[in-house]
């Protein structure tokens, strides 16, 4: 009903300028990314769900993914005020959770307590992972010790959000966002000419469906910019397609490191950094140089009981990246400041001024 349409609510939008703005969702876009989450989860008839509920109800993936779903499949919703691992572990035993949305680092520190502790969690059978790129090995330890299924989706606050994800029965691909959701159009444009490329090629994702906002909250100007004439998304985001039509992310267009006429894209770092047996977390951004107009710059935080210093891991990057991608330095943080939805927040990491 078009009526629905001058009757939405506003959320705050995950920025995709650096600035924050206010998405208008619909009621017609929330139901739609509702309904086309719960068939991806997959029939829920003859069963009894329990939903966990760690992610803020604030943010639009929480909204969607815990609120919104609980409702539509008249599942028990377990509130929590915030997470606490403890807290979370107890709850999913004892209320027999089966779906539990969130992000990598909710599913790390379960791992990590239950590995320590015994717990058993066998009742989980369902969790999307969303908010950042989901750590291969979390996955697995999590699907171990669950039985359930752990994928990686992809969303963005101005599609409702819920856009992209593996399939939890069926071929799933490490690293990717996986496929479309139900009744969602996805492809990937030249970042000049705006033409579709083939898969394979990097250019950025853009999204069209039912779950995607009407605009952007008396901001004409931004949704010239992101919403086309003909109802595709610029979402902001670096990725390609594969043969098969799995979609990979890599890296925010915004993020990109530009060195001495070298384009370089700091998930590509991340990963290496993330292979040194000591490193625990990852996070690489741009440091404005003089010469260079930016050189790479890497913050981690590192497993517990390690130690390793920042000329051993730049000689760890030697041979897995090519020179203008190594870090020019390597700083050890005992945390990464992230957001409510444990996004690593890459701004905070340099002084002001520092960062391109």
Excluded at 166 to 183: M, Q, T, W
Excluded at 242 to 259: N, T
Aim: charged share 25%; with cysteine.
């Amino acid at each position: 009903d078009p009526r629905d349409l001058h009757s939405f609510p506003t959320r705050r939008s995950s920025d995709l300028t650096g600035v924050a703005k206010a998405a208008s969702l619909s009621h017609r876009s929330l139901v739609a990314n509702t309904l086309q989450a719960r068939a991806w989860i997959g029939d829920v008839k003859d069963r009894h769900e329990v939903l966990m509920a760690a992610l803020p109800f604030t943010h639009s993936y929480g909204m969607t993914a815990c609120h919104h779903l609980a409702v539509q499949a008249k599942a028990t919703l377990i509130l929590q005020p915030r997470f606490e691992v403890k807290r979370v572990v107890r709850d999913c035993r004892r209320y027999g959770v089966t779906l539990f949305p969130g992000v990598p680092t909710m599913y790390g520190a379960i791992v990590t307590y239950c590995t320590r502790h015994r717990v058993n969690l066998s009742t989980v059978r369902a969790c999307i992972s969303g908010g950042a790129s989901l750590p291969v090995a979390v996955q697995n330890e999590f699907e171990k010790l669950t039985r359930g299924h752990l994928v990686e989706g992809y969303g963005l606050t101005e599609a409702a959000p819920i856009t992209h994800c593996n399939p939890l029965r069926g071929k799933r691909k490490l690293g990717s966002i996986g496929l479309p959701l139900p009744n969602t159009e996805s492809r990937i444009v030249d970042l000049q000419t705006r033409q579709p490329l083939r898969h394979g090629q990097i250019g950025e994702l853009q999204v069209r469906g039912p779950q995607v906002m009407t605009g952007y909250w008396r901001l004409p100007d931004e949704n010239e910019r992101v919403l086309q004439a003909d109802g595709w998304l610029n979402t902001g985001d670096l990725g390609y397609r594969d043969a098969e039509g799995y979609f990979f992310i890599v890296d925010r267009k915004k993020e990109i490191i530009f060195c001495g006429g070298y384009n370089i894209y700091p998930s590509e770092v991340e990963r290496v950094l993330l292979e040194h047996e000591a490193v625990a977390e990852a996070a690489v951004t741009g440091m404005t140089d003089a010469y260079y107009g930016a050189v790479v710059t890497a913050f981690v935080v590192l497993r517990s009981g390690r130690q390793v210093d920042q000329e051993e891991l730049i000689r760890f990057c030697h041979g897995k990246l090519a020179k203008f991608k190594i870090p020019r330095t390597v700083h050890v943080r005992s945390e990464l400041p992230r957001n409510m939805l444990g996004k690593v927040i890459k701004r905070q990491l340099l002084p002001a001024g520092g960062q391109v």
